[in-house]
C-alpha cells in the first residue's frame, strides 16, 4: 500500500531544501516554489476533472422518448430527406446565438438539420398562407417538422457531447439536461425547436383566410387538418423529452408555443414572444 504521509513529508523536505539552497537569490526562490506547485497541481488538477467527469451524475430526461413517429410523421421525414437528396446545393445553415458568435455556438450534432434549416428559412421566407396554394404550405409544414424533431432526437448526442475533449478535462462544461440544453441561449436548439410551431401559426391563423381553410383544420382528409396533425404530434414529443412543468419553469415561451390545437374554440394563438 502507497504511503500518501511519507510521500507528502518528502515532498516537503524536498521543497524546503531547494528553497533554502544558499546561492539562489529570493526571486529564484519564489519561481522555485512556483514550478513545484504548478508540476504537482496540474497533474491533480487533471485527475480530480477525469474522476469528476467519469463519476459525474447522470443529467434527468436523458432516455430514448417513448413517443415514435406516426406514419404522417414519417411520410413528413421522408418527404424532407428526399427534398435533401433532390438537391446537392443546398448549403448548411451556420446558427448564431443571441450574443454568441458563430464559432462560439453550438452547431447541431445531426448534419441534416443544418440543411433542413436551409430549407425551411427558404420556404417560410415572406410566406403568407393562401388558401389556393395548398401544396406550397404542405411543403412549408413538411421541412418545419423535420427541422424541429430532428432537432428533438438530436438532444442526445448534443448532451453526451459536452464536456467531452482532452480541453475539458481542465475546463468542463456541466452536463446539461434536456431542458437546459434547449434553453440556454449558446445553440442551434433554441432557435430550430420553434420552426414548426412558427410554420404551424403562420398557415393556421386565421387572419384573411376563409370560414371553410380554417373549419379544415378540423376535417379529417384535409391538408389542413393534416398539418394540425403533424403539429400535435410534435408538441407531443416535445413533453416525451421534457417534463412541462420543468420546461415551463426554465423559459415559459416553451410551453406556449406547443400548446396542442384540439379544437376551434380552445386553440390560442396568443404565443407572445420567442427568444431572439
Not at 105 to 117: D, R
Not at 229 to 246: P, Q, T, W
Request: glycine letters at 4%; hydrophobic letters at 30%; aromatic letters at 14%.
Amino acid at each position: 500500500m502507497v504511503n500518501f504521509n511519507s510521500i507528502s513529508v518528502s515532498f516537503q523536505n524536498h521543497i524546503s531544501n531547494l528553497i533554502n539552497y544558499q546561492d539562489q537569490t529570493p526571486l529564484r526562490k519564489i519561481s522555485t516554489v512556483a514550478l513545484c506547485i504548478l508540476s504537482v497541481g496540474i497533474p491533480l488538477i487533471i485527475a480530480y476533472r477525469t474522476f469528476s467527469y467519469c463519476f459525474a451524475g447522470t443529467p434527468t430526461k436523458t432516455t430514448t422518448p417513448t413517443q415514435p413517429y406516426s406514419d404522417l410523421g414519417n411520410e413528413a421525414l421522408k418527404f424532407a430527406r428526399q427534398e435533401l437528396q433532390s438537391d446537392s446545393s443546398i448549403k448548411p445553415a451556420i446558427f448564431q446565438s443571441g450574443y454568441y458568435d458563430k464559432k462560439q455556438t453550438k452547431q447541431p450534432t445531426n448534419s441534416e438539420i443544418a440543411l433542413l434549416t436551409t430549407l425551411s428559412k427558404k420556404a417560410g421566407k415572406g410566406y403568407f398562407a393562401n388558401e389556393q396554394e395548398l401544396e406550397k404550405s404542405s411543403r412549408y409544414i413538411n421541412l418545419a417538422f423535420a427541422t424541429s424533431n430532428l432537432t428533438l432526437d438530436d438532444l442526445e448526442p448534443f448532451t453526451q457531447k459536452i464536456g467531452k475533449g482532452f480541453l475539458n478535462l481542465l475546463f468542463r462544461e456541466e452536463k446539461r439536461t434536456y431542458t437546459q440544453a434547449l434553453t440556454k441561449q449558446d445553440s442551434y436548439l433554441y432557435r430550430t425547436f420553434f420552426y414548426l410551431p412558427l410554420a404551424y401559426l403562420n398557415v393556421r391563423h386565421p387572419k384573411g383566410k376563409s370560414e371553410e381553410y380554417i373549419n379544415a383544420f378540423y376535417k379529417e382528409g384535409t391538408s389542413q387538418y393534416n398539418w394540425r396533425m403533424l403539429y400535435n404530434e410534435y408538441c407531443d414529443r416535445v413533453r416525451s423529452y421534457v417534463a412541462e412543468e420543468e420546461l415551463e419553469k426554465a423559459d415559459k415561451r416553451f410551453v406556449k408555443w406547443t400548446r396542442k390545437d384540439e379544437s376551434l374554440e380552445t386553440f390560442s394563438l396568443s404565443t407572445g414572444t420567442m427568444p431572439s
